[in-house]
């Protein structure tokens, strides 16, 4: 299989859009020639377009930003002669020059293929629009700056997953192009391991459960992930999550991921009526379970300042090393900002018990 063949659904750039989407810009515009057979869009587009892969021609249909003589087109249009074919937008085009900078990083292995970063929260992972610096990717072009090996032309320097900007928790980064193959057909075909660590509203239905459909843009507004019942707007998509401890109001639950699509776990829990604590995207930001009682909102709100973001830590992560075949397992301790928001729930769950 070749590289450009895997789902890139799981390392999108990071971009946080805040604005309301208004005109949309052109960014790549091709011309099928007279002669020009019928041929799917997304094939066109792979044959025309360099550094462009089909799953993101395809993405860009599913957001509705794929055009076929000015009309939005889904990845299994057919080409036909002198059709204009444009890939527009919501931001103006600009060349992303990947600037190397002296950012602290938690690394908690490394070796002549790869690292791995534990991530804080609030970092962005990849330059975008909005995000030109300060991104991880900027602090691993300084990093590896003296490793010939290290391609720091390629627009996803050494990623081959991705989190959230205020999801903190483990990634793994390739230093080499033959280490990204590798890590990235392991994504690609579901054998890497992934367990994150939440705090959702309400407790989920029996303890444990699998949460599935299919993950795609939301049709009204972009800046959403949304859970479809078809293929026709979305990815399919699996969580495996498991209710380790109950705080009456709250919980604390593991998700184990088999796909990685953006937003997995928040749209999910979302989906079955228990977004994320304090997630402000989903609607976890609101009183959703509890008492009317003043002192139990005013707890709430302190809960909310103890941990400014959604309650979500990837925690382990699992690999085959592409040089040595050997699976390698990394853990990584629950943020302080977390902790302290269970610690907090805990101690008000023994505060109600004594009562």
Wanted: glycine content about 8%; overall charge negative.
């Amino acid at each position: 299989m070749l590289e450009e063949d895997f789902d890139d659904s799981e390392i999108l750039d990071e971009i946080e859009e805040t604005t309301t989407i208004q005109d949309k810009y052109e960014h790549h515009r091709v011309v099928a020639d007279k002669g020009q057979g019928l041929l799917r869009v997304d094939k066109f587009l792979t044959n025309h377009l360099e550094k462009i892969s089909r799953n993101r021609i395809q993405e860009a249909a599913d957001d509705g930003n794929l055009y076929a003589n000015g009309k939005p087109v889904k990845s299994n249009y057919k080409v036909k002669p002198d059709d204009v074919i444009t890939i527009e937008l919501d931001h103006p085009k600009q060349e992303l020059k990947i600037i190397a900078q002296d950012i602290p990083i938690n690394i908690v292995y490394e070796d002549n293929d790869l690292l791995v970063i534990n991530k804080v929260a609030g970092m962005v992972v990849h330059p975008g629009h909005g995000n030109y610096s300060g991104t991880l990717v900027n602090a691993l072009a300084w990093h590896m700056k003296d490793n010939p090996m290290f391609d720091g032309n390629d627009p996803r320097p050494g990623l081959v997953h991705r989190i959230d900007k205020d999801t903190s928790g483990l990634l793994v980064v390739a230093k080499n192009e033959y280490a990204k193959t590798h890590l990235s057909s392991q994504f690609f075909h579901k054998t890497s391991q992934r367990t994150y660590v939440a705090l959702a509203w309400g407790v989920p239905p029996e303890g444990e459960g699998t949460i599935t459909g299919f993950i795609g843009r939301n049709l009204h507004d972009r800046k959403y992930m949304h859970v479809f019942d078809s293929e026709e707007h979305g990815k399919w998509a699996v969580t495996h999550y498991k209710v380790i401890e109950e705080f009456g109001y709250v919980s604390v639950v593991e998700c184990k991921l088999e796909t990685g699509r953006t937003h997995q776990i928040r749209v999910h829990f979302k989906h079955i009526g228990h977004p994320l604590f304090n997630d402000s995207t989903y609607g976890g930001d609101y009183i959703l379970r509890g008492t009317t009682f003043t002192k139990y909102k005013q707890f709430v709100q302190n809960a909310f300042a103890v941990c400014p973001r959604q309650a979500l830590h990837a925690k382990t992560l699992g690999f085959v090393h592409p040089t040595t075949g050997e699976f390698m397992q990394f853990d990584s301790e629950i943020p302080t900002d977390m902790q302290s928001l269970i610690e907090k729930w805990r101690g008000y769950l023994g505060s109600r018990i004594e009562e």
